[in-house]
T-cell receptor, first 113, second 116 residues
Framework: QQQVKQSPQSLIVQKGGISIINCAYE??????FPWYQQFPGKGPALLIA?????SEKKEGRFTISFNKSAKQFSLHIMDSQPGDSATYFC????????????FGKGTHLIIQP | GAVVSQHPSWVICKSGTSVKIECRSL??????MFWYRQFPKQSLMLMAT?????????EQGVEKDKFLINHASLTLSTLTVTSAHPEDSSFYIC????????????FGPGTRLTVT
């Protein structure tokens, strides 16, 4: 059972455009939702994270939108750059912080110059 | 801050041998570390949770006798793949949970294991 569903699987965006990646979850015990960026052969790097008590969080060009009632959250990358080309994973964790992360299947993002 | 290292970065071993992978939190203490496995072009799958000073907790379907985990200090966890087989070839990534603040998990750079 896939607990975090991520879409699209791949995405091509023109330089300067907005990249949008979506995730949905079912487990209402999740209370922490991070996004990770991964380059080939490297470990994931934490980009930005949100908790369900806020609907939006922005850090630089990255924004998370969170819809608790719909159990959905998304990552928006503004002014996308070729250096943003990577695989992006959404994840979720149950309350308390003791558990490991449940990851979405990933989105391969390509920013065309 | 929040740097996690892994050693080795890649390893090739023969079928039937054992391989140890180290995970260290360099600038913070981590009573909890996690081990993930990632096959090519796939997502990360949690294998086990490593707690300092106690036995690891394994996810369903992960053989605890094959993947031995030791978390002997607040900054070091090790994963030993015993009697490795070609199907164990994968990218193994650890993460460490920061005990302070909001419990973010920071990932190491990963270890590429190839079993021939």
């Amino acid at each position: 059972q896939q607990q975090v569903k991520q879409s699209p699987q791949s995405l091509i965006v023109q330089k300067g455009g907005i990249s949008i990646i979506n995730c949905a979850y079912e487990n209402t015990a999740f209370d922490y939702f991070p996004w990770y960026q991964q380059f080939p052969g490297k470990g994931p790097a934490l980009l930005i994270a949100i908790r369900p008590d806020v609907s939006e969080k922005k850090e630089g060009r990255f924004t998370i939108s969170f819809n608790k009632s719909a159990k959905q959250f998304s990552l928006h990358i503004m002014d996308s750059q070729p250096g943003d080309s990577a695989t992006y994973f959404c994840a979720a964790r149950e309350g308390g912080g003791a558990d490991g992360l449940t990851f979405g299947k990933g989105t391969h993002l390509i920013i065309q110059p | 801050g929040a740097v996690v290292s892994q050693h080795p970065s890649w390893v090739i071993c023969k079928s039937g041998t054992s391989v140890k992978i180290e995970c260290r939190s360099l600038d913070f203490q981590a009573t909890t570390m996690f081990w993930y496995r990632q096959f090519p072009k796939q997502s990360l799958m949690l294998m086990a949770t490593s707690n300092e000073g106690s036995k690891a907790t394994y996810e369903q379907g992960v053989e605890k006798d094959k993947f031995l985990i030791n978390h002997a200090s607040l900054t070091l966890s090790t994963l030993t793949v015993t009697s490795a087989h070609p199907e164990d070839s994968s990218f193994y990534i650890c993460s460490a949970r920061n005990q302070r603040g909001t419990y973010e998990q920071y990932f190491g750079p990963g270890t590429r294991l190839t079993v021939t």
